[in-house]
T-cell receptor, first 115, second 113 residues
Framework: DAGVIQSPRHEVTEMGQEVTLRCKPI?????LFWYRQTMMRGLELLIY????????DSGMPEDRFSAKMPNASFSTLKIQPSEPRDSAVYFC?????????????FGDGTRLSIL | GESVGLHLPTLSVQEGDNSIINCAYS??????FIWYKQESGKGPQFIID?????DKRQGQRVTVLLNKTVKHLSLQIAATQPGDSAVYFC????????????FGTGTRLTIIP
């Protein structure tokens, strides 16, 4: 099992630039989650999808953030324009069924630094 | 609001000893609980889970205990090894039909050789 694959692993860019984070969930998993982790706020759920459909995006901080899941094997999280306060580690996770029954499996994250 | 929190932010244990990491939750509707381990530079890794209809569940060297009366969850690691050094998170979800996991703040476990 390849696990959840995220790219890039590290991203450093200047504020104002567009940032796109990518995620490939585990094959056969139909739920996908995007999280942000910072020292101050810990792990925060940003948005999650079931069967490629966004279910809850209440954690998305502002309109600068958007996420898509065009098919079952790919999702993107985009920040435009980026700001220094967006610096964090962004994780993608997937689960085979509803999270209340099955644990979410995480990728190794994208460490994002906005200068 | 509802939250999941940890009592101890750091814990140091001698190698070979047992460790206990605690977690308190406030949502009485929580029905599924998970412990994750996060090593430096990696994502959270699933360790063990437990449903609300159970009080105890055992894995390899790990045991999770659930006390619904006081809304308390613990993770016991037996015969700790250097590789157990990491940050441990508890997470919970409720039976309201959504799939959100609420994570605790984490406990950093350090195994002293």
């Amino acid at each position: 099992d390849a696990g959840v694959i995220q790219s890039p692993r590290h991203e450093v860019t200047e504020m104002g630039q567009e940032v796109t984070l990518r995620c490939k969930p585990i094959s056969g998993h139909n739920s996908l989650f995007w999280y942000r982790q910072t020292m101050m706020r810990g792990l925060e759920l940003l948005i999650y999808f079931n069967n490629n459909v966004p279910i809850d995006d209440s954690g998305m901080p502002e309109d600068r953030f958007s996420a898509k899941m065009p098919n079952a094997s790919f999702s993107t999280l985009k920040i435009q324009p980026s700001e220094p306060r967006d610096s964090a580690v962004y994780f993608c996770a997937s689960s085979p069924r509803r999270a209340r029954d099955q644990p979410q499996h995480f990728g190794d994250g994208t460490r994002l630094s906005i200068l | 609001g509802e939250s999941v929190g940890l009592h101890l932010p750091t814990l140091s244990v001698q190698e070979g000893d047992n460790s206990i990491i605690n977690c308190a939750y406030s949502n009485s509707a929580s029905d599924y609980f998970i412990w994750y381990k996060q090593e430096s530079g990696k994502g959270p890794q699933f360790i063990i889970d437990i449903r609300s209809n159970m009080d105890k569940r055992q894995g390899q060297r790990v045991t999770v205990l659930l006390n619904k009366t006081v809304k308390h969850l613990s993770l016991q690691i037996a015969a700790t090894q250097p590789g157990d050094s990491a940050v441990y998170f508890c997470a919970e979800t409720s039976n309201f039909g959504n799939e959100k996991l609420t994570f605790g703040t984490g406990t950093r476990l350090t195994i002293i050789p």
